[in-house]
């Protein structure tokens, strides 16, 4: 008989980390929490700020793009950043710019002297900003929790984005209308000065206590970190990822699944529910905050112990795939909000759910040296093709009815996810080794 204590059953040590890591993922989920709901204020003011200075939907557009593009320009560079420093090092200096940009925004429209050149100014800081902020953030989780609970805290962080899109743009909308705008009602250009100045103010607070919380986050230092110039590394990081088969057909399919869902949702929704459904606006806002409701519920059902009968991710996805392409097609011929509703939610279930296990496949796969750069891939091709679909869409819809336009995306949807199926490395990704 062997009388040694089982030193695998307890440990003190193990313990105390175990607490240390519960204590640091409180600490990021809420500061994430926090930079979240102040992200839903920008949002929703610099669009309305745009329109109250220019009233041109023109200077809107080039508003939109002048954040966007530096994002999509930097956003690898930001991953080698965070390759070659630390998720945590990046995240907080990327915090810190975006504190003084926001407050400078709001000091230039409480004083009245913003100009349309330094908004487009201020506004191309905060994107280049959140190009390193981007890969930052989920890099860093790996680094907090293990890898094994990687879907439960993926769960729970998408999931609290979720919660601030509902929260943020209606606090944002409440704090610009509800503020005192007597001082400048003489001039229409800056109508809703107080309460947008406010609204930025706040969202400068957010990354200030974001950055605080940060400090408490303890991580787990790098065993190889990333060495070379970020240049070096930049491209390194595409040529891992290009040699990667798996990881390069996953990325690739989801690009190509990008392209013929998401214009029909940012475009075609509300086109159809201005044409076919009674209560124009409002039924819009109820099929979204319907799909929004169900992308938490997939969200929270991810991060639980309950796992669909599908060996590999692969599989998983692209029977999602396929039921999304089917419902895609069936769309266009909804004629009541209540229907369109329902659907839309269980359409939100399986997006969430399918999220969460796509988002945490690549972070276990990944190691810690590469994940920057590989977490700013995938994010650069979801981000840039989504402009891309929305701006064909568009264009489609000029020329056929709405619902052609749903038919023909959600059939070439599901024969995607057909075709993949016959395709090895992407029907057998994320097969248990």
């Not at 050149?117 to 929790?145: D, E, K, N, Q, T």
């Not at 991580?219 to 390194?236: H, I, M, Q």
């Amino acid at each position: 008989m062997n009388d040694a204590p089982d030193t695998k059953a307890y440990s003190p040590q193990g313990e105390v980390t175990e607490r240390r890591r519960n204590r640091s993922f409180a600490w990021l989920l809420g500061g994430g929490f926090i930079s979240l709901l102040g992200d839903q204020f920008s949002l929703i003011g610099l669009p309305w700020l745009t329109l109250k200075l220019t009233g041109d939907p023109l200077a809107l557009g080039l508003m939109m793009a002048t954040i966007g593009l530096p994002r999509a320009a930097f956003i690898l560079m930001g991953g080698a950043f965070v390759d070659k420093f630390s998720p945590k090092k990046v995240l907080l200096i990327s915090k810190y710019i975006s504190t003084l940009l926001l407050g400078s925004l709001a000091y230039l429209i409480y004083t009245e002297l913003l100009t349309l050149p330094m908004l487009y100014g201020l506004a191309a800081g905060i994107g280049l900003a959140s190009a390193f902020a981007f890969p930052a953030g989920p890099a860093m989780l790996p680094f907090v929790v293990k890898r094994e609970r990687l879907p439960k805290a993926n769960s729970l962080m998408m999931g609290m984005r979720q919660v601030s899109m509902f929260i943020g743009p209606m606090l944002a909308g409440l704090i610009i209308a509800g503020s005192d705008n007597s001082a400048s009602a003489d001039s229409a250009a800056m109508e809703d000065v107080t309460g947008l100045a406010l609204v930025f103010a706040l969202d400068s607070l957010s990354f200030l206590l974001s950055a605080l919380t940060l400090f408490m986050v303890r991580v787990k230092v790098k065993e190889t970190p990333a060495s070379g110039n970020v240049f070096a590394l930049l491209f390194e990081g595409i040529l891992n990822v290009l040699k990667d088969v798996e990881l390069r057909s996953m990325m690739l399919y989801v690009g190509l699944i990008q392209i013929f869902s998401i214009g029909p949702i940012q475009v075609g929704m509300p086109v159809l529910a201005e044409s076919r459904l009674d209560g124009g606006a409002a039924a819009y806002g109820t099929l979204m905050a319907f799909n929004g409701i169900g992308i938490l519920t997939g969200l929270i059902l991810s991060g639980t112990k309950w796992s669909p009968p599908f060996k590999t991710l692969g599989a998983l996805v692209l029977s999602v795939d396929f039921i999304l392409g089917l419902s895609l097609a069936g769309f266009g011929q909804i004629t009541s909000t209540l229907t369109g509703s329902i659907w839309m939610a269980i359409v939100g279930i399986l997006i969430g759910f399918v999220q969460v296990r796509f988002f945490s496949w690549i972070q276990q796969r990944t190691p810690e040296e590469k994940m920057g750069r590989v977490m700013s891939l995938f994010q650069l091709i979801v981000m840039g093709l989504s402009p891309l679909s929305a701006s064909v869409a568009g264009w489609i819809l000029v020329r056929v009815d709405v619902s052609w336009l749903f038919i023909g995306c959600g059939t070439i949807l599901s024969l995607i996810a057909v075709t993949s199926m016959f395709i090895p490395t992407i029907r057998n990704a994320g097969r248990a080794k």
